[in-house]
Antibody, heavy 115, light 112 residues
């Protein structure tokens, strides 16, 4: 059974850093395209980043230069390193398997950026 | 401002049919890229509802259907039920500098 479990969210001050993790089971992260999507309170879905099986990465303009997507093949885990966090980064962050569509999603982890 | 445009809300009575539109441009839907739809029930993660314009994943009722034409796509829900009340999002690939993945702004479906 495919499962994605995010962790690492929490309350962080503006300007701070946080690393989100997404532990996968039922499939191999490194053989798939993986992505992060977020949803601010009361807002729609916003795509953030994708890492392809070959290792190429792409980012939305809103997070380019601040966020970094990566994976640990030995742990079958996807990561999102978030630096220089701002109040408008407050959202639920989802990891999802991406093959031109998002066929599996995690339950999400809440990140709150506030002083 | 989302790259794909959806109506903010639609509504219908139980048993009725509703449609949700998703309008894109020549760099996404109009370029021939597939459209996918997601259903997000309150307080839960999105769930893939329709993929590749008109295909349903296993377990999705055939009351849900999708279509695509030109630079637009549509999601239709027939025999509306109370449990269909949710947010619906379209998504496609985009070849412009905005990034490979684009979403619609979402549509809130209210079952009257």
């Amino acid at each position: 059974e495919v499962q994605l479990v995010e962790s690492g969210g929490g309350l962080i001050q503006p300007g701070g850093s946080l690393r989100l993790s997404c532990a996968a089971s039922g499939f191999t992260v490194s053989s798939n395209y993986m992505s992060w999507v977020r949803q601010a309170p009361g807002k729609g879905l916003e795509w953030l980043s994708v890492i392809y099986s070959g290792g190429s990465t792409y980012y939305a303009d809103s997070v380019k230069g601040r966020f970094t997507i990566s994976r640990d093949n030995s742990k079958n885990t996807l990561y999102l390193q978030m630096n220089s966090l701002r109040a408008d980064d407050t959202a639920v962050y989802y990891c999802a398997r991406y093959n031109w569509k998002f066929d599996y999603w995690g339950q999400g982890t809440l990140v709150t950026v506030s002083s | 401002q989302s790259v794909l445009t959806q109506p903010p809300s639609v509504s219908g009575a139980p048993g009725q049919r509703v449609t949700i539109s998703c309008t894109g441009s020549s760099s996404n839907i109009g370029a021939g890229y597939d459209v996918h739809w997601y259903q997000q029930l309150p307080g839960t993660a999105p769930k893939l509802l329709i993929y590749d314009n008109s295909n349903r994943p296993s377990g999705v009722p055939d009351r849900f259907s999708g279509s695509k034409s030109g630079t637009s796509a549509s999601l239709a829900i027939t025999g509306l039920q109370a449990e269909d009340e949710a947010d619906y999002y379209c998504q496609s690939y985009d070849s412009s500098l905005s990034g490979p993945v684009v979403f619609g702004g979402g549509t809130k479906l209210t079952v009257l």
